[in-house]
């Protein structure tokens, strides 16, 4: 990023309550990555979205954050290969897919 960056002051407080909404679990976890970015901004990804990119550091950049770690871990189960396994191998592909 060209420009200085930063996040706001209760950068904390509303990475813990956007991630109390999003899933509870998380959000001490979350929190500490906020505290963290706010610390060493340069650290943080740049957003693709031109709307978030612009309130990097914001609410709405904390949000996005929020949402991204949250979808990161949640389980993702393999698609198959297209190809044409052998016996054993197609044996353990349909134990793991069915």
């Known amino acids: 990023m060209s420009e200085a960056v930063f996040f706001v002051e209760n950068a904390e407080e509303l990475a813990k309550q ?7 679990e998380l959000s001490e976890k979350f ?3 906020i505290k963290f970015l706010s610390r ?3 650290s943080c990804s740049n957003p693709r979205s031109k709307q978030v990119r612009k309130n990097f550091g ?3 950049h904390i949000e996005y954050l929020a949402q991204n770690f949250n979808e990161s871990r949640l389980p993702k189960k393999p698609t198959p290969p297209t190809t044409i396994p ?7 592909l349909n134990v793991s897919f069915d």
């Open 86 to 92: 052998d016996e054993v191998v197609s044996l353990v």
């Open 40 to 42: 060493f901004p340069e």
């Open 58 to 60: 914001k609410a709405e």
């Open 18 to 24: 956007k991630m109390d909404n999003i899933n509870p």
């Open 31 to 33: 929190q500490l990555l």
